[in-house]
């Protein structure tokens, strides 16, 4: 991850728990989005919920469980801006040691439903961030 990364912080709640008592998968995913509407908030100055925008692509590799009473770090980073759509990489770590890296690539959509071109403001603001 580069300096411009940016990074949002996530308590581990109860409800995030399986049975066997670790972070369930699907909540790192919920962790990715979290994060991501942070920085969209933050950095595009647009709420998530308004975007337009739907996941196209989701990856994740796990590395290691995620135990109660922790803190995720979640770094977000752009790697690609395309016409229609943008994509993010991800780093959740806990002290320091990596427990999971994913890659969503979203894609905004029209009033149809097609996919439609990005706000030049988005991408002034993902830009300067992109990875080598």
């Known amino acids: 991850m580069s300096a411009d990364e940016y990074t949002h912080e996530i308590e581990v709640q109860y409800r995030d728990l399986d049975p066997r008592a670790h972070v369930n ?4 995913v919920s962790y990715m989005e979290q994060a991501k509407g942070r920085y969209m908030a933050d950095v595009l100055e647009v709420d998530l919920s308004e975007a337009g925008t739907v996941v196209g ?4 590799d796990f590395r290691s469980p995620v135990e109660p009473g922790e803190t995720v770090s979640v770094a977000v980073r752009p790697v690609d801006v395309g016409e229609t759509s943008f994509t993010l990489e991800y780093t959740l770590t806990v002290d320091c040691q990596v427990v999971a890296t994913g890659t969503t690539v979203s894609v905004r959509l029209g009033e149809d439903g097609r996919p439609a071109a990005l706000p030049e403001v988005w991408r002034d603001g993902l830009e300067p961030r992109r990875g080598e």
């Open 25 to 28: 998968h699907a909540v790192y």
């Open 57 to 60: 692509h989701l990856e994740v």
